[in-house]
């Protein structure tokens, strides 16, 4: 098969289309037929051995669509030859025309969604799912502001959002950008000293309940600036460096509360009801899932570039193979 094959660790050129086997699902697992690998930002860390180094060679990916065409042990054979989607921390190996996944992991996707779109929801669906959903519980009428907005996590965040009746800010560093973000629901902000104002002119103070953050040490200061009494600051990310540690002194005056959500925490069982509202709200319309960029599975050193200078939208994927 084809593959994304990795050797040695460093920029995008170590990303290279080369012949590889195909691989062998296990007890528990399925075999993909791969027609759309996500690519997420956790991939280019790994890249460059700063996330979860893996073992030498590698193949990336541990999101994407496809047919399930193999089952391990144990599988349910309902599985076979279904359409499906997935991501796992114990996947990984979408970059090629055959994966591996956990059959605990799978979407089962209906024929309504196209692959490509279902190969865009799982990681950054998840997450912010997991956002909206576990890590907070915004009622209506309470207000947020969205880091990077115009990103996977940040266009699905908004709209899971505003299902809830929040009042959503996004910020974004383009016109383009800010465009999109209005798009989705929310009130796009960009960067810069001017934040606290443009909430004081839709809310009448310049504050918000939440502040999702998934830039981390470049945005810190001012999220925490931006939180109202009560406020709480979730960090999900940290594009800019590691946040910075916090003193609970400061925390008082407000009673502001920080907290992180990492998706990996959860086990994937505990996400089958996430997965299966995700897949029924893109199903009939009421989630819209971005794709700003598809190119082939050879040009997956572009995919890094293109999502490492911050320049895409929404999601970027690669697709495996031709499309049918």
């Not at 997991?130 to 209506?140: I, M």
């Amino acid at each position: 098969m084809k593959a994304i094959v990795v050797e040695r660790f460093g920029e995008p050129e170590v990303l290279q289309f080369r012949d590889a086997p195909e691989p062998t699902p296990g007890p528990g697992q399925v075999r993909v037929r791969m027609e759309v690998a996500g690519v997420n930002f956790s991939d280019t860390e790994r890249r460059r051995a700063l996330y979860r180094i893996p073992a030498l060679p590698w193949i990336p990916g541990n999101e994407g669509a496809g047919v399930v065409d193999g089952l391990g042990e144990g599988v349910d054979p309902s599985w076979s030859g279904a359409r499906v989607a997935f991501w796992s921390f114990e996947s990984s190996g979408a970059y090629a025309g055959y994966a591996v996944a956990p059959a605990h992991s799978l979407f089962r996707v209906p024929d309504a969604i196209a692959l490509d779109v279902a190969a865009a929801l799982p990681v950054q669906g998840l997450t912010a799912y997991g956002l909206a959903h576990f890590a907070t519980s915004l009622a209506a009428g309470q207000s947020a502001l969205v880091h990077a907005a115009a990103g996977g996590v940040g266009l699905l965040l908004i709209q899971m959002l505003r299902r809830r009746g929040v009042v959503v800010f996004g910020t974004a560093s383009s016109p383009a950008k800010l465009d999109l973000i209005r798009s989705m629901g929310a009130t796009p902000l960009p960067y810069g000293e001017g934040l606290a104002e443009g909430i004081r002119g839709v809310r009448g103070v310049p504050t918000v309940d939440a502040v999702f953050d998934s830039v981390g040490r470049a945005t810190q200061d001012q999220s925490l600036a931006l939180l109202g009494l009560y406020g709480h600051l979730i960090f999900f990310g940290d594009a800019s460096g590691a946040p910075h540690p916090v003193d609970p002194d400061a925390l008082y005056g407000r009673s502001l509360k920080v907290s992180a959500f990492g998706l990996g925490a959860h086990p994937p069982a505990e996400l089958s009801r996430a997965r299966e509202e995700l897949l029924q709200w893109v199903a009939a319309g009421e989630l819209r899932v971005h794709i700003g960029h598809t190119l082939p599975l050879a040009d997956a050193a572009e995919a890094h570039r293109l999502l490492e200078s911050r320049r895409s939208q929404g999601k970027i994927v690669l697709r495996t193979t031709a499309p049918v």
